[in-house]
């Protein structure tokens, strides 16, 4: 028995260890490596994610409901018949998350400023696995006695500024992905002269293009038909006219000119996505007239006297709709996009202030692999990797719980108009990001962009 104790304790070692995955078990994938370092952490993050959405299952509900803690201090805010079951799943979201932020913001402090693998540092950050997810499991036990409306209404607070600075740094990571895949494909087209390649990038450009056209027109069906909804109309067409003029700066000569990894493929993806943000806006929005549902849509909109959302269709809205869907998706696209991309000539190099080029695992003669790829420089930044995943909770809490407001009435905790500004806002600020990124090269001569 005390063998068969030693051998589970040694490969418990082997895997969770960094130090001991290296030495003693060579059977087992290293955990040194920069890139499946970074990896782990983002699969560490989509299971609370995961949990996270398990917790809005409907049938989990009435169990999540016999929590003391959850309800308590909470339920007499606000209509006494309203049914604690009906919001539960929120507040446990909002509590799981809030343990995965506190998790990576504890990393963020403990990484700052770590240069080399030869810091003992480095050894916390690429190894000890079973004992962070033992502290993720701590937090996330200990959130669940906390009571009372307060941790609601400030996790809303840093939700939302959270999810705003993460919805900009998903832009930056759809920008860099768009100039990856440009070189790459027009790169191809120019060794091997096949017109396949540019035939691709045109499919795609006219895709997001038409994709963006398509959306725009829905919206100004949908959403900004009714005479009281001028405030969607000028959303739509603000962002539509940016869109344009940016697509033209794009491709002028002097953009061109001094930055030739600019393109419509860029501009085309930044304009679906602006239009992602813009509806995501509008949904959010109080007037019911003005923000119909998928059901209402399908019947033709809402009735011109319903001005708000029905208390009883509460179970069906705390559920993950579509909007939370694309969101998840785009979400998990950046940040594994974020977690493989070591070059530090890209935008999520010097994002992460990555200190040079790195391989992402080297060979020795004899054909093994090296665990430690970063004993001269750390490949990327661990503190501000961490920042982002600590974003990246937020993000999720705030989508998974449709930004509602836990302070406000609860038939109407879907929409609100903090989450409508701060959304619309997001795309404004993303849209001047990228006109700096167009522009930048071309003000500023003896800046080096490449």
């Known amino acids: 028995m005390g063998c068969i104790i030693g051998s589970l304790a040694s490969s418990v070692a082997c895997c969770f260890g960094s130090a001991a995955c290296t030495l003693c078990c060579s059977a087992c994938p290293s955990c040194n490596n920069s890139v499946v370092t970074r990896i782990a952490y983002a699969l560490l993050l989509l299971v609370g994610v995961a949990v996270s959405c398990i917790m809005l299952a409907p049938g989990l509900a009435d169990q999540l409901a016999k ?257 939370s869907i694309v969101s998840l998706v785009v979400f998990l696209a950046c940040v594994l996009y974020a977690s493989i991309r070591s070059s530090s000539h890209s935008s999520v190099g010097k994002m992460t202030f990555s200190s040079s080029e790195k391989t992402i695992i080297s060979t020795t003669d004899d054909g093994n692999h090296n665990a430690d790829d970063e004993e001269e420089g750390v490949a990327y930044s661990y503190s501000f990797f961490h920042f982002m995943l600590l974003l990246a909770s937020l993000y999720t809490m705030m989508t998974l719980t449709h930004w509602y407001k836990p302070s406000s009435d609860f038939t109407h905790m879907n929409t609100n108009l903090p989450a409508m500004w701060v959304k619309i806002s997001s795309s404004w600020v993303g849209l001047l990001l990228y006109f700096w990124t167009l522009i930048a090269p071309v003000v500023l001569h003896n800046r080096d962009f490449d």
């Not at 700066?249 to 992602?276: C, D, K």
């Open 67 to 323: 929590i003391p803690y959850l309800c308590s201090g909470v339920q007499h805010v606000y209509d006494a018949a309203l049914n604690c079951k009906n919001f539960v799943g929120y507040l446990a979201v909002y509590r799981v998350c809030f343990s995965m932020a506190a998790f990576f913001f504890l990393f963020t402090v403990l990484m700052i400023n770590v240069k080399s693998s030869r810091d003992p540092r480095s050894a916390i950050q690429n190894g000890f696995w079973f004992f962070k997810i033992l502290i993720i499991v701590g937090i996330c036990v200990g959130a669940f006695f906390i009571s009372g409306p307060s941790f609601g209404t400030a996790m809303m607070i840093i939700g939302m500024i959270g999810a705003f600075v993460f919805i900009l740094i998903q832009l930056i990571l759809l920008v860099d992905f768009a100039h990856a895949w440009n070189e790459k494909w027009l790169g191809n087209y120019e060794e091997s002269q096949s017109k396949a390649w540019f035939a691709g990038l045109l499919f795609f450009t006219s895709f997001f293009y038409l994709l963006s056209l398509g959306a725009i027109i829905a919206f100004y069906i949908l959403y900004a038909s009714n005479g009281e909804c001028g405030l969607h109309k000028f959303f739509v067409s603000f962002n539509m006219i940016l869109c344009v003029i940016l697509s033209i700066i794009a491709v002028l000569p002097q953009v061109q000119e001094v930055n030739p990894r600019s393109g419509l493929l860029q501009s085309s993806i930044i304009t679906a996505y602006t239009m992602f943000l813009t509806w995501s806006a509008m949904t959010n929005n109080p007037n019911h007239l003005c923000n119909p549902s998928f059901s209402e849509i399908a019947h033709g909109g809402p009735s011109s006297n319903s001005t708000s959302g029905n208390p009883g269709d509460m179970d069906a809205a705390t559920g993950i709709d579509g909007k």
